[in-house]
């Protein structure tokens, strides 16, 4: 009875921790921005984890405009932060987009991978 009891803790365990966890994603990123003439804008974000099993090397941020992905790489000397550059052509006034961060957590018996989804943002471009 009681090595039951032992696997049922083992086994729920994991699944309570998982279940508790919260996540926030937080868009950096100014709401306008002046047109440019290389058409690269800079969008950035914070995302907060409250769960401990996150492996923190395999987190992959990107910024997702329709159906393109675009990489973020970590913003240097901060943590959790991430950036990059996204391009909007001339003919645009305003871009749609998303934060989407792909991240793999210790799971049982091994890694597992879960993502997490930002609220759909806007980008307005004014001249």
């Known amino acids: 009875m009681t090595k039951y009891i032992r696997h049922l803790i ?5 699944l309570l921790l998982v279940g508790c966890a919260t996540s926030t994603i937080t868009n950096l990123t100014p709401a306008q921005m ?3 003439a290389d058409g690269l804008y800079p969008v950035e974000a914070v995302w907060q984890s409250s769960q ?3 492996i923190q090397d395999s987190i992959k941020p990107y910024v997702v405009v329709g159906l ?5 790489r970590p913003t240097p000397l901060l943590q959790n932060r991430w950036e ?3 391009p909007i052509p001339a003919s645009k006034d305003h871009i749609y987009y998303q934060f989407k961060f792909d ?3 210790k799971g049982m018996p091994a890694r597992r991978s879960d993502s997490v989804l930002s609220p ?3 980008l307005d471009i004014v001249n």
């Open 68 to 72: 393109e992905a675009y990489p973020m």
């Open 103 to 105: 991240y793999e957590y």
């Open 120 to 122: 759909e943002q806007r």
């Open 84 to 86: 990059t550059l996204v």
């Open 10 to 14: 083992l086994f729920t365990l994991p």
């Open 34 to 36: 002046s047109r440019n």
């Open 52 to 54: 401990q099993s996150v």
